[in-house]
């Protein structure tokens, strides 16, 4: 794949890009207005992943930001950075292109979509000029898939978190299924597959869209004959996109290897075609409007003239074959009889020469009493193998030369078999050069239906990816989700894990609106909130690439940008680095995050000090609470979720454990509401271990002192009441919203206000009393501290005059100074929420 990256000039960078991949004929461009960091640039250069960068070579002297930018993220996109000169770059040249190269009924839509992109339009000039002069291919006319991907329209799920997640491979074995694209991958095509990985990296965000993928898996589902129908005429299709993009793409310098790679892949799209009917059939009956469009496409009167083209040159026998000798012979016969006299001629010959290798073979045979099969591969040609016991410890006949030795049998040839290989060869050269023609023909008038056999690719492709979701559900008791504001789960499991563990899975139950958007996860190590947290993000990108999602019930809002910062390892050799990393992730996140945005955060700021790790973590905290994304905290620190449980939209979760007897701990991998309540769960793990007793003994007596040093420095904040009483007024509003908007009438409708009230009124009233108690805890540190200036004021008195009147003023004023700085703002915060309390009521 090669892509060309051009930029505007300007405050707000505006970034033009264009992929071609030469693999399936297919060019996509997009603009992009993205920010100083180009951070929505280098995210859709490490999706598409392309082989070669084209960027204008007035960039690199002196070096463009965007310039640098991607030269430092070469690694991570697997590309490499070329220059090309200023004039391919050229706006009419890129329309030449699009009007020249895209299929014709396309041509005026992507001139109106490209309209106004002229960073994209001089993109796919440099690409297409590049592949020309660089590469030494071109395409054919009107032969080239062409569209335009708006930069709105997908979710954007940075590298990071698709490694983290683990969505396109598993991190302890690259091998392993074990990842979403390995457990939704039960598609049966290559086109499938790579449309499936599409989608998993950039999840759609149309609404719409995504309706009608949900009611086309409905209906395979539902309708068992057509799902098992559909799934049998998937099967036999080949890698359509790779055979139509090698029909398109002609080579300046055609070869003999080239004209039989035409006739290949000639054979191959004779098979493509002849697969298609059957999936016409299969969706007979179909309910759904994605199917019956798919079904449409597959109509046999569209294939009908490609199938007419076809059989007028190529046997009707002729199929497509894997293996190296039967692939050759289908070359061999591929054309049929009477288009070329001389042909004719040549594949006698050509069937001559192999009937004499296998006759040479039979005599020495016969000669020597000798088992010999004649076998053949590419680079050989015909070779004979002889089995071991066959030979019963005698030598080898010295006839044979070419001896390789096997486990369990000998490969040889003689010099009149490689002869023969040769003349074998000889006539096969010319039975393909003269099948040359006929084939470059029959290429030249297929390509005017390229058009519809890519749109029939595309169908079958989506149909292939719709049909794996079905499969999904049938087996795995998947639920359709609903598209909503709310994110809302019941019995959400992990796709990944549920498949994976040896034990039944726990599933749990999710909820999310803004007034509790953020969410903080406390528990015991190994308790599940990592894959609790971790669950989420995957059910969301299943819901917005069409598949069901494991759960019993499951609600979703559109969510535009999904990010994760998740512990990976705990090496301490390379701690630093980790915690570097960590914040430089974060970074990344704040810059980008908002309202539409999933995060799930995982031990942040474990990487360095307690004391400064909860300090980052609390300001992290509250700057994701501000913009108001969905948020999933999980932390060992139960402080932080303490401080922060008063702010509105903040909840506490905690996943449940049971300790007996303080040496056995029973995780139950259940949600529930609140911080966690066991203490010191971390030394109840280590005594299980177990870690040696003394130790431990140790370890729990400094975590008691510490604790109790704590607690004596706990004070009841006004600032705290405040947040306590604005989150419950913020709680009774959304409740009286839901009751205006639900189904409750009449006397039910009332009985429900009134405990509503009831409950409402008495927590307020628990509230100012708690604000009373604040209020007397802090007169009464007040005293505490006079008092003790008065006893220090007595003390010094006993001390010579001078100085004691001096340093009793130091002392006083010592002591005023902190009183005042610790009771009257909490005094001023007491009696502001009053007034704002009454102001609220």
């Not at 109106?112 to 339009?121: F, P, R």
């Not at 954007?156 to 091998?175: C, F, G, R």
């Not at 050509?350 to 680079?379: F, G, P, R, V």
């Not at 609470?625 to 905290?633: E, I, N, Y």
Request: charged letters at 25%; one cysteine or more; aromatic letters at 6%.
């Amino acid at each position: 794949m090669v892509c060309a990256v051009a930029e505007s000039r300007g405050i707000s960078p505006t970034v033009g890009l264009a992929f071609v991949n030469l693999d399936t004929a297919e060019a996509v461009l997009c603009q992009i207005c993205d920010s100083q960091t180009y951070v929505r640039t280098v995210h859709k250069l490490k999706v598409y992943g392309p082989s070669e960068i084209l960027i204008v070579s007035t960039a690199a002297s002196p070096k463009s930001k965007l310039f640098s930018i991607i030269e430092e993220n070469l690694e991570d996109i697997g590309s490499k950075l070329t220059l090309l000169d200023r004039r391919y770059w050229a706006e009419s040249t890129g329309y030449e292109y699009i009007h020249s190269l895209a299929f014709k009924e396309d041509v005026e839509a992507i001139k109106i979509s490209v309209t106004g992109n002229y960073y994209a339009v001089c993109c796919v000039a440099a690409a297409l000029k590049y592949i020309d002069l660089g590469l030494g291919m071109v395409f054919s006319y009107h032969s080239l898939r062409m569209r335009y991907e708006p930069s709105e329209g997908s979710m954007m799920i940075d590298v990071s978190t698709i490694y983290s997640l683990e969505l396109i491979q598993n991190l302890q074995n690259a091998k392993s299924r074990d990842c979403l694209f390995g457990l939704l991958n039960e598609t049966s095509t290559p086109m499938g597959a790579r449309l499936l990985r599409n989608n998993i990296l950039q999840p759609l965000t149309d609404a719409d869209v995504l309706r009608t993928r949900y009611a086309a898996v409905d209906d395979l589902t539902k309708k068992e004959e057509m799902f098992f129908a559909t799934r049998a005429a998937l099967r036999n299709f080949l890698d359509a996109d790779r055979i139509l993009t090698a029909l398109i793409v002609t080579p300046t310098r055609p070869t003999l290897h080239t004209t039989e790679q035409a006739i290949n892949h000639v054979i191959m799209l004779k098979q493509f075609v002849g697969t298609v009917n059957p999936v016409y059939e299969a969706l007979t009956g179909t309910a759904s409007t994605m199917l019956n469009n798919i079904r449409e496409l597959c109509a046999p009167e569209n294939i009908a003239p490609i199938h007419e083209l076809i059989d007028r040159v190529i046997n009707t026998d002729t199929t497509y074959a894997t293996q190296p000798l039967e692939m050759r012979n289908q070359r061999v016969y591929a054309v049929r009889s009477g288009v070329n006299g001389l042909l004719d001629v040549a594949r006698t010959t050509y069937k001559e020469a192999t009937e004499d290798a296998y006759q040479h073979s039979n005599e020495l045979s016969a000669e020597y009493n000798i088992q010999l099969d004649l076998k053949y591969e590419t680079a050989r040609r015909f070779y004979m193998r002889i089995s071991f016991s066959e030979l019963d410890g005698k030598a080898l006949p010295h006839i044979f030369t070419n001896v390789i030795r096997r486990k369990k049998y000998i490969e040889c040839q003689t010099l009149e078999l490689m002869k023969r290989n040769q003349k074998i060869n000889v006539s096969h050269q010319e039975v393909i050069l003269m099948s040359d023609q006929a084939v470059e023909d029959l290429i030249e008038e297929v390509r005017s239906h390229m058009s519809v056999m890519f749109k029939i690719c595309e169908a079958v492709s989506m149909l292939d990816m719709i049909a794996a979701f079905a499969h999904l559900v049938t087996v795995n008791n998947y639920t359709q989700p609903q598209l909503t504001d709310t994110l809302g789960i019941e019995a959400g499991r992990h796709p990944i894990k549920e498949k994976t563990m040896q034990t039944k899975y726990v599933p749990n139950d999710v909820y999310a609106t803004q007034q509790t958007r953020f969410q903080i996860i406390t528990g015991c190590n190994m308790s599940g909130k990592s894959t609790y947290i971790r669950s989420v993000a995957l059910m969301a990108i299943m819901a917005q690439i069409g598949s069901y999602v494991p759960a019993t019930y499951a609600s979703f809002p559109i969510l535009h940008q999904l990010f994760a910062r998740l512990g990976m390892d705990d090496n301490i050799e390379t701690n630093v680095s980790t915690f570097a990393a960590e914040m430089r992730e974060i970074a990344f996140i704040l810059r980008n995050v908002d309202k539409r945005s999933l995060v799930i955060i995982d031990e942040l700021g474990r990487g360095t000090s307690t004391r400064d790790g909860l300090a980052i973590a609390l300001a992290i905290a509250e700057a994701l609470v501000s913009s108001r994304a969905l948020v999933w905290f999980a932390t060992h620190f139960k402080d932080l979720a303490t401080i922060m449980s008063e702010r509105t939209g903040v909840l506490n979760l905690h996943l449940a454990v049971e300790i007996e007897n303080g040496h056995s701990m029973t995780m139950l991998y259940r949600a529930t509401q609140g911080v966690v309540n066991e203490a010191h769960y971390g030394l109840t793990l280590a005594r299980i271990v177990p870690l040696p007793p003394g130790v431990v003994e140790h370890a729990t007596r400094v975590a008691q002192q510490l604790e109790r040093h704590m607690l004596r420095k706990k004070k009841a904040s006004a600032t705290v009441l405040r947040e306590k009483r604005r989150k419950l007024i913020l709680n009774l509003r959304e409740h009286l919203v839901q009751a205006h908007n639900g189904v409750l009438e009449g006397e039910v409708l009332t009985a429900w206000l009134k405990e509503l009230q009831k409950e409402f009124v008495n927590r307020m009233t628990f509230l100012e009393m708690e604000a009373a108690r604040a209020d007397q805890e802090s007169e009464d540190d007040e005293d505490e501290a006079t008092r003790d200036v008065s006893a220090h004021d007595d003390d010094e008195q006993r001390s010579t005059a001078p100085r004691a009147r001096q340093q009793s003023v130091m002392t006083i004023s010592s002591h005023m100074t902190s009183t005042e700085s610790e009771s009257t703002p909490r005094a001023m915060t007491a009696s502001t929420v009053r007034a704002v309390s009454e102001n609220e009521r």
